[in-house]
């Protein structure tokens, strides 16, 4: 259970970090591609900028997983400090738990916008916003997932931990 556990947490990782880095190349190449336009040609790509916010927002969402899954996130460092080391371990569970909950509510509104917008189409790029929309959808799945987890896996740990005491 544990190899395996390690497999998924390792490929997670590895299929997080290689979506929100090709995201940013793709930024990048847009956004460089529509500045060389726009100053040698005088114009620009008219669906660059709206493509650049939706691949940023897309990039967020795989980085937001990425950064859960190696404990890169944002943490309250004050708080872990001020608890006695065998509470150390509830409070990462208590994390793990309002990280899924932030996940199944981001996925949910992202249902319910879709639901009632995914219809439209880009001004811009002529695609259907679903497309777009479904960044959130799709982050709030791949946070879930990492919290499940990372949960697992402080579970193994502590396992571990007390068979071998």
């Known amino acids: 259970m544990s190899y395996l556990l390690a497999r998924i947490h390792r490929g997670l990782i590895l299929f997080n970090g ?4 090709l995201a940013m190349i793709l930024i990048f190449l847009l956004v460089a591609g529509n500045a060389f336009a ?8 008219s669906w660059g900028e709206d493509t650049a916010i939706y ?3 897309y990039g967020l969402m ?6 859960y899954l190696q404990n890169k996130h944002i943490g309250f ?5 001020l608890l006695p080391p065998r509470w150390l371990r509830w409070q990462a569970v208590v994390i793990d738990l309002v990280v899924l909950l932030v996940g199944i509510g981001l996925m949910v ?4 916008f879709i639901s009632a917008r995914g219809a439209r189409t880009s001004s811009s790029t002529g695609m259907p916003m679903w497309l777009f929309q479904t960044s959130i959808f799709v982050g709030g799945a791949l946070l879930s997932l ?11 740990e502590q396992a571990g931990e007390e068979a071998s005491s």
């Open 109 to 112: 509104s992202a249902f319910e």
């Open 55 to 57: 691949l940023m927002i």
């Open 18 to 21: 290689s979506l929100a880095g």
């Open 38 to 45: 726009r100053y040698t040609y005088g114009g620009s790509i």
């Open 77 to 81: 460092d004050l708080i872990r400090r």
């Open 62 to 67: 795989f980085g937001m997983s990425w950064a």
């Open 146 to 156: 990492s919290a499940l987890v990372m949960s697992a896996l402080r579970f193994n």
